[in-house]
T-cell receptor, first 120, second 115 residues
Framework: DAGVIQSPRHEVTEMGQEVTLRCKPISGHNSLFWYRQTMMRGLELLIYFNNNVPIDDSGMPEDRFSAKMPNASFSTLKIQPSEPRDSAVYFC??????????????????FGSGTRLTVV | AQSVAQPEDQVNVAEGNPLTVKCTYSVSGNPYLFWYVQYPNRGLQFLLKYITGDNLVKGSYGFEAEFNKSQTSFHLKKPSALVSDSALYFCAVSGRMDSSYKLIFGSGTRLLVRP
């Protein structure tokens, strides 16, 4: 199993440009999460999907951020327009169980390697 | 509100010595507690969890953690540290009510094991 695959690994873009981050969850995992990691705020949950449906997007910072999951094997996180304060590492994670069985089965999330975004 | 505190930014230990990485939490009701490890330029890897039952939880790579309800703590431990254990460690908590799926992470503790 290749694990959770994120692309690109690194992205440098100019302020105002659109940025799209991509995630391929583990096959068969039906829950997908987007997290953002910064020094100041640590790890923040941005949005969560279950069976391709967004369940909770209360962590999305503002309207410039949007996420989609058109099918079970692909998700995108888009920032338009990007700003320097969006610079962070963005992680995607997946899990094979819907909430709340998430924890009962003893499974933790499987994280991707992240996308390091730098907005200049 | 749920919160996690990792009071130490960095823990230094010599190889072969026991290590402890501290974590305290605040959550309504009974918590689900987790430890994750992050190696450089990698995603987070699940180490162990506490859901219910035995307060001493054993996880990957020889790590264990003890749930202490009275002290609201979930410290990560290992009897004998390895240089390869050097990494960033995150404690996480999730409540069992309302948004119980939402994992709240601590700020992380960098573990440095000296040869």
């Amino acid at each position: 199993d290749a694990g959770v695959i994120q692309s690109p690994r690194h992205e440098v873009t100019e302020m105002g440009q659109e940025v799209t981050l991509r995630c391929k969850p583990i096959s068969g995992h039906n829950s997908l999460f987007w997290y953002r990691q910064t020094m100041m705020r640590g790890l923040e949950l941005l949005i969560y999907f279950n069976n391709n449906v967004p369940i909770d997007d209360s962590g999305m910072p503002e309207d410039r951020f949007s996420a989609k999951m058109p099918n079970a094997s692909f998700s995108t996180l888009k920032i338009q327009p990007s700003e320097p304060r969006d610079s962070a590492v963005y992680f995607c994670a997946s899990n094979p169980f819907p909430i709340p069985r998430l924890y009962i089965r003893g499974y933790g999330y499987t994280f991707g390697s992240g996308t390091r975004l730098t907005v200049v | 509100a749920q919160s996690v505190a990792q009071p130490e930014d960095q823990v230094n230990v010599a190889e072969g010595n026991p290590l402890t990485v501290k974590c305290t939490y605040s959550v309504s009701g009974n918590p689900y507690l987790f430890w994750y490890v992050q190696y450089p330029n990698r995603g987070l890897q699940f180490l162990l969890k506490y859901i219910t039952g035995d307060n001493l939880v054993k996880g990957s790579y020889g790590f264990e953690a003890e749930f202490n309800k009275s002290q609201t703590s979930f410290h990560l431990k290992k009897p004998s540290a390895l240089v390869s254990d050097s990494a960033l460690y995150f404690c996480a908590v999730s409540g069992r009510m309302d948004s119980s799926y939402k994992l709240i992470f601590g700020s992380g503790t960098r573990l440095l094991v000296r040869p």
